[in-house]
T-cell receptor, first 111, second 115 residues
Framework: KNQVEQSPQSLIILEGKNCTLQ??????????LRWYKQDTGRGPVSLTI?????NTKSNGRYTATLDADTKQSSLHITASQLSDSASYIC??????????FGTGTRLLVSP | GAGVSQSPRYKVAKRGQDVALRCDPI?????LFWYQQALGQGPEFLTY????????KSGLPSDRFFAERPEGSVSTLKIQRTQQEDSAVYLC?????????????FGSGTRLTVV
């Protein structure tokens, strides 16, 4: 069964600190992997997208990595801000318009 | 429009009532998706349209769920005889073309509560 697992489920960090969120997937076939940020009461917003051949992709303070061999991805947030408090969802696209979503990591950045 | 618009934002329905949820995708976007997101979970695929054609409805949980996109733009997700387990946020997403290469834009969702 296609699955995307994320860890930790929730995380609290102090403002200004860095953090890393993990994503393991067992999805086949694989087209690309996206990280989304979902604020409470809003739809997900794309942060990064990586294809099979890409190892890392940055978007401002967000850096995503992908290891296609081990089927693992991470999202690193640098110098966290209060506005980073949200759920971060790892999504794998099978290439057949099927997006497999993880359950997300709920991040709280505390002042 | 500038984004994907969904209405209503919130809907409370009595068990057994029929509901209709609307999605206005970004103008010109070919593909449209519906997802169901239970509390604390990631979105789960319901159905997918390419223009007016419903190409995949494998995620619809029962025959009480029906979706349409008659003119290839606005889409409606209808749930008949709602049950408590239907309570969730229903997200709509659209993409410019069918491969999704340029990404997916999500609406803010409709939160359905069945009482």
């Amino acid at each position: 069964k296609n699955q995307v697992e994320q860890s930790p489920q929730s995380l609290i960090i102090l403002e200004g600190k860095n953090c890393t969120l993990q994503c393991n997937y067992t999805v086949s076939p694989f087209s690309n992997l996206r990280w989304y940020k979902q604020d409470t009461g809003r739809g997900p917003v794309s942060l990064t997208i990586m294809t099979f051949s890409e190892n890392t992709k940055s978007n401002g303070r967000y850096t995503a990595t992908l290891d296609a061999d081990t089927k693992q991805s991470s999202l690193h947030i640098t110098a966290s801000q209060l506005s980073d408090s949200a759920s971060y969802i790892c999504v794998v696209n099978t290439g057949f318009q099927k997006l497999v979503f993880g359950t997300g990591t709920r991040l709280l950045v505390s002042p | 429009g500038a984004g994907v618009s969904q209405s209503p934002r919130y809907k409370v329905a009595k068990r057994g009532q029929d509901v209709a949820l609307r999605c206005d995708p970004i103008s010109g976007h070919v593909s449209l998706f519906w997802y169901q997101q239970a509390l604390g979970q990631g979105p789960e695929f319901l159905t997918y349209f390419q223009n007016e054609a419903q190409l995949d409805k494998s995620g619809l949980p029962s025959d009480r769920f029906f979706a349409e996109r008659p003119e290839g733009s606005v889409s409606t997700l209808k749930i008949q005889r709602t049950q408590q387990e239907d309570s969730a946020v229903y997200l709509c997403a659209s993409s410019l073309e069918f491969t999704g290469t340029y990404g997916y834009t999500f609406g803010s969702g409709t939160r359905l509560t069945v009482v």
